[in-house]
Nanobody, 123 residues
């Protein structure tokens, strides 16, 4: 079993930056993808970004492309989501997930989830 823990959320003004971390623990960690999704009350969980663990290829939602950057440190079993030029519409709880085998853009594909970290972007 894999356990994921997110951190780095907080309050930031519009135009500011924030970096989220997702640390995986377990005997081994070798997923197909690690991904970030975000959710606000009353709405579906939305895909934000994903990284293929073995190759570091990255994939982004159109709404964050050019502003967010996903990277990973394999030795630390940690993924990082650097968020720049933040907008009020980025406000959400951000969840980290990992896929053993599946499609990175759908939340139903993810086998493991963290508890979430809240990001609030003020106007």
């Amino acid at each position: 079993q894999v356990q994921l823990v997110e951190s780095g959320g907080g309050l930031v003004p519009a135009g500011g930056s924030l970096t989220l971390s997702c640390v995986a623990s377990g005997r081994t960690f070798s997923p197909d993808y690690m991904g970030w999704f975000r959710q606000t009350p009353g709405k579906e969980r939305q895909f934000v970004a994903a990284i293929r663990w073995t190759t570091s290829n990255t994939y982004y939602a159109n709404s964050v492309r050019g502003r967010f950057t996903f990277s990973r440190d394999n030795a630390k079993n940690t993924g990082y989501l650097e968020m720049n030029n933040l907008k009020p519409e980025d406000t959400a709880t951000y969840y980290c997930g990992a896929i053993t085998d599946g499609f990175y853009w759908t939340d139903s594909s993810y086998d493991y989830w963290g508890q979430g970290t809240r990001v609030t972007v003020s106007s």
